[in-house]
């Protein structure tokens, strides 16, 4: 069973619009963690957010916050005030259990284009 | 945030030979690093685990006596695809991750690998 599961394949925005990328992912541990990165035409991932599973506020991050909703099991990635440099690649991740050390499982990822 | 570099960042190599790819933690010390494998347009597929100066743990269906996987030190590891062949040609990233970098691991630019 998928254990990360990103449903948009492709999604467009118009420039300085807010969009929202979503994530649902499945897990018994009750500590984990959520990510969101960012892959460029370069190949490069950048790390944008994270949500820990016993974080009771939504991350933020600049124009980036991940909403979380534990009991729905999803973790969607708002990006605000679209700009034509977040076109990328954007994928969603989980690392399960505690520490910084497990590995993480990737969603199918969303490819973003923003409009000028 | 912190930096991981690999080397080298592009390859291209005739079938039969071997390539030792580099990934260095610049600024942190990684007690593990991590190898993933990405076809075009496809999510990250994690290859192994590897913890300094232990052997690395390989994910199911990877071969350890082809991609071999050495953290010798804090802040380098190395893949070394043997007797490559053009079904090896990928994208692979590495990530470190340690105790200084909290929840997040980081990853480095990628190694584009071209096998003719």
């Known amino acids: 069973a998928q254990k990360i599961t990103q449903t948009q394949p492709g999604m467009f925005v118009q420039e300085k619009e807010a969009v929202t990328l979503d994530c649902t992912y499945d897990?018994?541990?009750?500590?984990?963690?959520l990510f969101w990165y960012k892959q460029p035409s370069s190949g490069e991932m950048i790390f944008l957010i994270y949500q820990g599973s016993y974080d009771e506020q939504n991350a933020t991050e600049g124009r980036y916050s991940l909403n979380f909703q534990k009991a729905r099991k999803s973790a969607n990635l708002v990006i605000s005030a679209s700009q034509l440099g977040d076109s990328a690649m954007y994928f969603c991740a989980m690392r399960e259990g505690p520490g910084n050390t497990g590995k993480l499982i990737f969603g199918q990822g969303t490819t973003l284009q923003v409009k000028p | 945030g912190a930096v991981v570099s690999q080397h080298p960042s592009r390859v291209i190599c005739k079938s039969g030979t071997s390539v030792k790819i580099e990934c260095r933690s610049l600024d942190f010390q990684a007690t593990t690093m991590f190898w993933y494998r990405q076809f075009p347009k496809q999510s990250l597929m994690l290859m192994a685990t590897?913890?300094?100066?232990?052997?690395?743990?390989?994910e199911q269906g990877v071969e350890k006596d082809k991609f071999l996987i050495n953290h010798a030190s804090l802040t380098l590891s190395t893949l070394t695809v043997t007797s490559a062949h053009p079904e090896d040609s990928s994208f692979y990233i590495c990530s470190a991750t340690g105790l200084a970098s909290a929840d997040t691991q980081y990853f480095g630019p990628g190694t584009r690998l071209t096998v003719l």
């Open positions: 897990t018994s541990d009750q500590s984990y963690g």
């Open positions: 590897s913890n300094e100066g232990s052997k690395a743990t390989y």
